[in-house]
Each structure stands twice: as C-alpha cells, then as structure tokens.
C-alpha cells in the first residue's frame, strides 16, 4: 500500500510578505507603483474631497489609481472584480498596501474621473513602451454598438 505524506488542512501558519518586495524592477506593476508614487501629478483629484474638518478619510487617489491601472492592463474593467483581486492577489495586495477598496469606492472614483485617469494610463502605457514593459503581443480598441437583424424572427429556423 502507498504511504503519502501527511498533511492537515486545520492548521494556523503565519507568512511574512514586504509587499515592496512583490513589485520587482522591470514589471508593470512596478512601473505604475513608481510612476504614481514619483512622476505623476495626482493634484488634480484633491478638489473634489472636501473631508479636511469631518468625514471618514478617504482612500488614498494614489492607492486607487494602482489598482485601477494596473486592472485595465490585466483586462479587469468590472469594480467587484478589482476588490476581489485586492482581496486574493498578492500583486493587487502589494499595490494598494493590504487596503480593500470596496466596489463601490473604486466605480465612484472611475466614473467621478474618468477624463483624468483616462490621460494618466495613456501616459503610464506610453512610459511602459519607451521602457519595453509592454509585450506589444495584444492591441484592442473598444467596439461600438451596431444594431443588427440576427434576431430568431430573422434568422429562421433550424429546419429552414
């Protein structure tokens, strides 16, 4: 009879992560952390909180940003995706220091600014390219909608 190792799923360990150490030189994730943290001008987002005397503090726009930039290049669009990836990926986790915006948040902050995130990643991508971060492998543009007659009163039927 085989003998396998043993092992138990009802057991506490505890793991030392530096999530400074996750973003390694020459990856995207770096480059946006970099790029955010020392090139950018993130001024712009500052007028619209108004919590300086009450209010909960807000999530860092820096913060939001490395998450949301770093979800569009993965091709991740949807708010509840991006928190679960906050949640689950040590990238993500890295990015945004362990904090969980929740969806919300992250929706509220892309639609309240979109025009200045939408300059900024075009930025950061062109940046990415001059530093050959970027595989050049994939390039795709948003569709459009189109109206169409591919409705089953048009198409006919299996037997037709």
Known sequence: MPRFKHYNYDQDTMVVI????????????????????????????????????????????????????????????????????????????????DTVPHFTTLAKFVSGHADEIEALFEQVLLVCHEQGLLGNELFAIDGCKMSSNASKEWSGTFKE
């Open 18 to 97: 530096n999530y400074q150490e996750q973003l390694q030189p020459g990856t995207f994730e770096h480059a946006v952390h970099y790029l955010i943290e020392h090139k950018l001008d993130l001024s712009v987002f500052h007028p619209k909180y108004r919590n300086e005397d009450t209010g909960r503090l807000a999530y860092d726009p820096a913060i939001l940003l490395k998450i949301i930039l770093f979800a569009y290049s993965k091709g991740i669009t949807s708010s509840r995706e991006m928190q679960w990836c906050c949640q689950t990926n040590i990238i993500f986790k890295a990015l945004s220091c």
